[in-house]
């Protein structure tokens, strides 16, 4: 590693930068792209995507969130769905793709950190049950609440026939594999706001799913 690698690292302060940070930080040299390529090709630096940025292993002062890269290689975007629901610990399945929520297209990115893939949600739902959440190195991500995540999950299904009460608990317990101590923790109330902004039966059934079960347990804890 030279004089020059450190120099980057000194004028480039955050571990994950984007293409005009790296040209300004390089703009001595008569071909700060042919420069960046030298970079890359020693794999000083990484690129994620077209303009996104990171410092390779020898300069990398902390680990990179993954969870970050997804919401600033497409956005506006935050992580939800299959990852967001085993990050929060709501199903025992890991999901190796991290899955976000856009309102863009969907999209899916192929990258050195592993695949990133963003579902389309209505512009009415998207700015709801957002949670901001602090990484190691005092950057945030955006990412969905627990029953936020859920909720964008059971909207996107497609392939499960979920059109009763019966077959949206067979969704979850077996399928998703949610515990159902979880399922009757959860505010039925949210489910409704979420039924509306996505006007969605699905989530309405959830929502009366849930009033159901937690009146089930509270007739049980009587007896």
Known sequence: MGQMDINLRKTIQSDIFDYQALSDALKEYASPRDKISDLLK????????????VFGETLRQNPVPRELLA???YGPSYVSLDYALHFHG?????????????????????TPFGLFLYRSIPASAY???????ET???????????????????????????????????FLTEDLRVDSGILRSLDSRRFSDFADAFRSRKLRLLSALI?????????????
């Open 42 to 53: 020693k794999k000083i630096i990484v690129r994620i995507k077209k303009g996104l940025y």
């Open 71 to 73: 919401n600033l290689i």
């Open 90 to 110: 709501f199903v025992p399945e890991r999901s190796e793709a991290l899955t976000s929520v856009c309102l863009g297209r969907s999209r899916k990115f192929s």
């Open 127 to 133: 700015n709801t049950g957002m949670l901001r959440i």
């Open 136 to 170: 190691e190195s005092e950057r945030a991500f955006l990412m969905a609440a627990p029953d936020k995540a859920l909720a964008d999950k059971i909207v996107m299904e497609r392939g499960t026939p979920i059109s009763t009460q019966k077959e949206m608990l067979a």
């Open 211 to 223: 009033k159901r079960l937690q009146h089930n347990n509270q007739e049980t804890s009587h007896e």
